[in-house]
């Protein structure tokens, strides 16, 4: 009798270096046939280690640091990394430029988030390899354009935004990392008719909806995998000192999964949704994130043929 096939999936490490690492080690930990990472893998923020005086000194995390010796400059740079943003030496008169220039700045953190990503791809694959395990990204709506190109470029990482991948002999999975419009502008939102245009035709492509995996990084509508706080005029809606929650999922990926009713539905995108639905006769899971706390959140799921066999939600 063959063993189950196990696919580990998690999203939503917005740079985090301690929960990428996290999400390579689980392959073998779980003793996974594939890895998925779901989108919104990147962060946003620089922090300036400025030298000055034969010094390097930066404020991050409320906390002041200093450091005197390459060595020390190295284990700032790491515990930036660790907590999802992006490290960068500079002068006084360049950091001042900085932050005069948004274009200036911009240009820096696409440089930096490139170079992260870059550096991400080759630790996957120098822990990856001749394991057989497969290792799946793809880009989230907070994710620019050139991460996907930066994807392609890999040896063993496997990026499939827009498209099918056939997983073995009986598995097949869809990818789309793009959102409905959210209320920040992100790199990646589509319009409900657009979303839904741009699943369906890649679900048109695959051989069984009943035995394909579908990663839309978006949760479907009302589903209880997209609660999110409600927002009114850029702040968070509180009643009786409490902060309420509303649906922002997608209804295209609603009415896609509603429709086509594949296996299964692999999302992020909200962090704060940690759960499991069943529409119809899809499983649809959401790990969560806490990638601000080093925590990663993920998912395991076991599959017997076309079915699954089994799946919890785990964290490391």
């Known amino acids: 009798m063959s063993a189950p096939y196990r696919l580990f999936y998690a999203s939503d490490i917005h740079g985090s270096e301690k929960c990428f ?4 080690n689980a392959g073998k930990f779980y003793k996974a046939d594939a890895l998925v990472m779901g989108g919104d893998i990147t962060g946003k923020m620089i922090v300036p280690l400025i030298h000055r005086d034969g010094k390097y000194t930066a ?49 820096m953190i696409d440089r930096l988030v490139l170079q992260s990503i870059e550096r991400w791809i080759d630790m996957a694959e120098s822990r990856l390899a001749g394991t057989g395990i497969r290792c799946f990204i793809n880009a989230g709506n907070d994710d620019d354009d050139y991460v996907d190109e930066a994807l392609k470029s890999a040896k063993l990482v496997e990026n499939h935004e827009g498209n099918v991948v056939d997983l073995n002999e009986h598995l097949q999975m869809v990818v789309c990392g793009y959102s409905n419009v959210t209320p920040f502008d992100s790199p990646r939102e589509k319009t409900e008719a657009d979303l839904e245009d741009y699943i369906g035709k890649i679900m ?36 009786g000192g409490h ?52 925590i990663l959140r993920g998912a395991l799921i076991s599959f017997k043929g076309k079915k699954i066999q089994g799946h919890q939600l785990v964290q490391a």
């Open 21 to 24: 690492l996290k999400f390579v």
């Open 243 to 294: 902060t309420i929650m509303a649906p922002v999922g997608s209804v295209a990926v609603r009415r896609v999964i509603e429709q086509a009713q594949p296996l299964l539905g692999l999302h992020g995108h909200v962090h704060e949704s940690r759960a499991t639905k069943m529409i119809g006769k899809t499983l649809c899971i959401n790990p969560g994130s806490e990638y601000s706390e080093g």
């Open 59 to 107: 404020r991050f995390l409320g906390r002041d640091f200093s450091a005197e010796s390459d060595a020390e400059r190295t284990e700032i740079e790491k515990t930036v990394r660790m907590n999802g943003f992006y490290p960068c030496v500079m002068e006084p008169d360049e950091h001042a430029h900085l932050q005069q220039d948004e274009r200036a700045r911009q240009a």
């Open 204 to 239: 048109a492509r695959v051989k069984d909806p009943a035995a394909t995996i579908c990663t839309l990084h978006v949760p479907p509508y009302n589903s209880g995998l997209d609660s999110a706080p409600m927002l009114k005029d850029g702040g968070v809606v509180t009643k």
